[in-house]
């Protein structure tokens, strides 16, 4: 859960501690571990976290997710080839975006190194840079779109001091 995008404007972000309450009632029945770590390691970009990330957890095994509309600004991103040379990417597929990725600078770098999915059982052992695209039926709505419709559905969370499931830390709300 990162502290806010450096290519989006921070004007209208809901608090990180709503936004990280948020995150963990939606991934409550999924393997996945939601976690504020960055806001300990106090780092904005992605390449630095993931550095961070693997240093402290030197034992454990990553692959990192992003959405497809972020491969298509990915060649954008600071130090990108850094960030495929640290770990395995997942690709989740965004509807709408499949054709504008493809043609991306990164991609084109990227695609030498796309795995096929049937091959996910062994993602976390794969030496980076690695590349996979998960195709399944997406939820079309964007989250943009969900804001809109609900520009303050943070308040839910308001005054909620969630701990970090990762680090245990209380999130400043």
Same mark, same amino acid.
């Given at each position: 859960?990162?502290?806010?995008? *450096?290519?989006?404007?921070?004007?209208?972000? #809901?608090?990180?501690?709503?936004?990280?309450? &948020?995150?963990?009632?939606?991934? /409550?029945?999924?393997?996945?571990?939601?976690?504020?770590?960055? %806001?300990?390691?106090? %780092?904005?970009?992605?390449?630095? %976290?993931?550095?961070?990330? %693997?240093?402290?957890?030197?034992?454990?095994?990553?692959?990192?997710?992003?959405?497809?509309?972020?491969? /298509?600004?990915?060649?954008?991103?600071?130090? $990108?080839?850094?960030?495929?040379?640290?770990?395995?990417?997942?690709?989740?597929?965004?509807?709408?975006? @499949? !054709?504008?990725?493809? !043609?991306?600078?990164?991609?084109? $770098?990227?695609?030498?190194?796309?795995? *096929?999915?049937?091959?996910?059982?062994? $993602?976390?052992?794969?030496?980076?840079?690695?590349?996979?695209?998960?195709?399944?039926?997406?939820?079309?709505?964007? #989250?943009?779109?969900?804001?809109?419709?609900?520009?303050?559905? &943070?308040?839910?969370?308001?005054?909620?001091? *969630?701990? @970090?499931?990762?680090?245990?830390?209380?999130?400043?709300?």
């Amino acid at each position: 859960m990162s502290p806010g995008n *450096p290519l989006k404007p921070r004007k209208n972000m #809901a608090p990180l501690a709503a936004r990280l309450k &948020y995150a963990q009632k939606l991934a /409550r029945r999924v393997p996945i571990r939601v976690s504020a770590i960055e %806001t300990q390691f106090r %780092t904005r970009y992605t390449v630095d %976290t993931l550095r961070a990330l %693997t240093l402290r957890y030197p034992r454990h095994r990553f692959i990192w997710l992003m959405g497809g509309d972020n491969l /298509r600004q990915f060649g954008q991103w600071k130090n $990108w080839r850094a960030i495929a040379r640290i770990m395995p990417i997942a690709v989740v597929a965004r509807p709408g975006y @499949d !054709g504008l990725v493809h !043609g991306s600078s990164a991609m084109n $770098w990227l695609r030498r190194f796309v795995r *096929p999915a049937s091959q996910s059982s062994n $993602w976390t052992n794969w030496r980076p840079p690695a590349l996979v695209h998960l195709r399944f039926r997406p939820d079309p709505r964007s #989250a943009t779109l969900l804001r809109q419709g609900n520009p303050l559905w &943070y308040r839910e969370h308001d005054g909620a001091r *969630p701990r @970090d499931p990762l680090t245990h830390r209380l999130i400043p709300v």
